[in-house]
């Protein structure tokens, strides 16, 4: 294959690459974004260090790879080695700080896990005075359960602890099937006696009973093997590119070299275009006028065809009688 056809190849494979990990960048870095900054979502109301860890850890990857696929693409069209070479630094850091953030999220699983349990019984105990009551009425109402091991961890509320209840007969209106809140409150009960007494609890039927603490943990569970796929993904693709971009940069240095060694040849060959043009004013030494017509001196080594033909007929001649001659006196002896 040709150097320049080899080099269009890789350089279009190259690009291709980039552009793929300019997306999956962009991916990984709302990733991060999203467990940081997401008001909406649970990960926001936990209080993991590693957690915390692995978000920052992976937006500021996310925001490198886009900004290395982007320096890639350019040292492809330019085929300027430098910025090659600094895209495969880039490439060879990232692929050890994705595996640290992997290899960080996969060891401290259960930590994560323990973290989540003890953020939803915090969220439980505060339920009605936090920010994270709307959160945890949208985990109960969609993934139908109550409490984070059953409706009974209601009783640890420290509102519910003011009515003195051995029983979970107030929960949040999110446990029941559907409900009639009252105005102003989270709470409902399938207690005629408590809806009639109090007006400030709303009606409720069908208590959920199963408890959200599975459920949740294989939300979690689901999420963390999403990133987990995601950067697998992105080593496998930035090594596939640290091939490519290695290929690249040794054939732009050998297309280099040929050019610098032609340069070279051409200097080092003499100009000969003026010596070899008779019109040029130059004297033509590979014609010469026996004559002297052209200026230049009579040849005194000049002699006619015709003559050179005879002499020639008599240099045959001379030739043959010499040969002649030998054959006689070999026969003789």
């Not at 953030?101 to 439980?124: A, F, H, P």
């Not at 408890?211 to 999403?226: A, V």
């Not at 130059?282 to 014609?287: L, T, Y």
């Amino acid at each position: 294959m040709k150097l320049e056809v080899k080099i269009e190849l890789l350089k279009f494979g190259f690009v291709v690459l980039n552009s793929i990990f300019l997306v999956l960048g962009l991916g990984v870095m709302g990733c991060g974004i999203w467990i940081l900054f997401d008001t909406g979502s649970l990960l926001n109301a936990l209080s993991s260090a590693e957690l915390r860890v692995v978000a920052a850890g992976l937006f500021m990857i996310g925001g490198v790879v886009a900004l290395v696929s982007l320096t890639g693409c350019t040292g492809a069209a330019l085929e300027k080695r430098f910025l090659l070479l600094v895209s495969m630094g880039f490439l060879i850091v990232l692929v050890l700080g994705q595996l640290f953030v992997t290899v960080l999220l996969l060891l401290d699983k259960k930590k994560i896990e323990q973290s989540v349990n003890d953020s939803v019984n915090r969220i439980i105990s505060q339920y009605g005075n936090s920010s994270a009551s709307r959160l945890m009425d949208n985990v109960q109402h969609f993934a139908e359960c109550c409490g984070r091991t059953g409706p009974g961890d209601w009783l640890k509320n420290s509102f519910i602890q003011t009515l003195n209840l051995t029983s979970p007969e107030v929960l949040p209106c999110s446990c029941f099937r559907t409900f009639q809140p009252a105005s102003a409150s989270y709470w409902c009960s399938d207690n005629s006696s408590f809806t009639a007494a109090e007006t400030w609890i709303g009606e409720g039927h069908g208590t959920f009973n199963e408890s959200c603490s599975q459920k949740i943990n294989d939300w979690l569970e689901e999420n963390i093997l999403t990133i987990v796929a995601m950067d697998a993904i992105l080593i496998l693709l930035q090594l596939a590119e640290l091939s490519i971009a290695a290929s690249l940069f040794r054939s732009l240095g050998q297309k280099e070299v040929r050019k610098k060694n032609k340069r070279l040849v051409d200097e080092s060959d003499p100009d000969s275009s003026t010596d070899s043009n008779p019109a040029g004013g130059e004297q033509n030494h590979a014609f010469m006028d026996p004559d002297g017509a052209d200026g230049g001196p009579t040849d005194p080594n000049y002699m006619p065809a015709e003559d050179a033909n005879m002499a020639f007929d008599l240099y045959n001649q001379n030739q043959n009688l010499g040969y002649q001659g030998y054959q006689e006196a070999v026969q003789h002896y």
